[in-house]
Nanobody, 126 residues
């Protein structure tokens, strides 16, 4: 059974940085593309970044491009999201999710991702 657990969420001031982690258990992480999503109160879940199973290909939403970096360490079964220059509008619950490699995961649509973590809260505020 696929299990993903996010961690690293916190309260941070605007302009600050955080690194989120997504730890996998119960499966070989290197089989799956992984996406990061976020959901703010009253808003739809937004796909912000994804990474191929090998880690060689990445994609970012325009809202985070140039500020966030996704990476993975398959030996540690962990995917990371480094978030820099954080803004108040980045405040949300952040989720990681695993996709079937044959799905259209590259387009960061939540429906293409089958296994989800429970989320971690990121709050950007002074």
């Amino acid at each position: 059974q696929l299990q993903l657990v996010e961690s690293g969420g916190d309260l941070v001031q605007p302009g600050g940085s955080l690194r989120l982690s997504c730890a996998a258990s119960g499966f070989a992480l290197d089989h799956y593309p992984i996406g990061w999503f976020r959901q703010a109160p009253g808003k739809e879940r937004e796909g912000i970044s994804c990474i191929s199973s090998s880690g060689l290909s990445t994609n970012y939403a325009d809202s985070v491009k140039g500020r966030f970096t996704i990476s993975r360490d398959n030996a540690k079964r962990t995917v990371y999201l480094q978030m820099n220059t954080l803004k108040p509008e980045d405040t949300a619950v952040y989720y990681c999710a695993a996709a079937d490699p044959l799905s259209n995961w590259w387009h960061l649509l939540p429906r293409e991702f089958a296994s989800w973590g429970q989320g971690t809260q990121v709050t950007v505020s002074s």
